[in-house]
């Protein structure tokens, strides 16, 4: 074992340790490790077709299934605490639009990536689905540009 994977196995408590359910928005269950390809501009796409929260105003469930797409810089998001992340707005009172971009904006904060979009796509409640995007480009690079034209795009 080199000294990346012992930094790595002593940083990372999630993975591989007793797993414990939040009972709401919990932002610091977020673990990264550091990405060892840097030098290559790559997708990592996650998908969690069994997100919930509640209706702030109701408090009915909301389901959905919710995609993360990014390209990573230095620090990439360890899987198993995103999970629980997610898992953490199972009891959490928010919007649609407010859930992405909390989640995008907590991943920026983490991560500081290339680039990274997320997309809710919620089931129908009232007869109308909800499918909020948001995505984020550092500022004065290609990605910004990227960032830019997916917007435009979103249909």
């Not at 389901?63 to 009891?91: C, D, H, T």
């Amino acid at each position: 074992m080199n000294n990346m994977d012992k930094r790595e196995r002593e940083e990372l408590k999630t993975l591989g340790g007793d797993t414990q359910y939040r009972d709401d928005y919990a932002p610091e269950v977020l673990e990264w490790f550091e990405n060892k390809h840097q030098g290559n501009d790559y997708w990592v796409r996650f998908n969690c077709p069994e997100f919930t929260t509640l209706c702030p105003i109701t408090g009915q469930p909301d389901f959905a299934e919710i995609r993360i797409s990014y390209i990573p810089a230095v620090k990439m998001v360890e899987s198993k605490s995103l999970k629980l992340y997610l898992f953490s707005f199972r009891n959490h009172g928010d919007f649609h639009e407010d859930c992405v971009n909390i989640i995008m904006k907590d991943l920026v904060k983490l991560l500081e990536p290339k680039y990274l979009e997320v997309m809710g796509l919620f089931t129908p409640r009232g007869g109308i689905s909800i499918w909020p995007y948001a995505n984020y480009g550092q500022p004065g690079t290609k990605y910004e540009k990227l960032a830019e034209e997916r917007l435009m795009k979103q249909e």
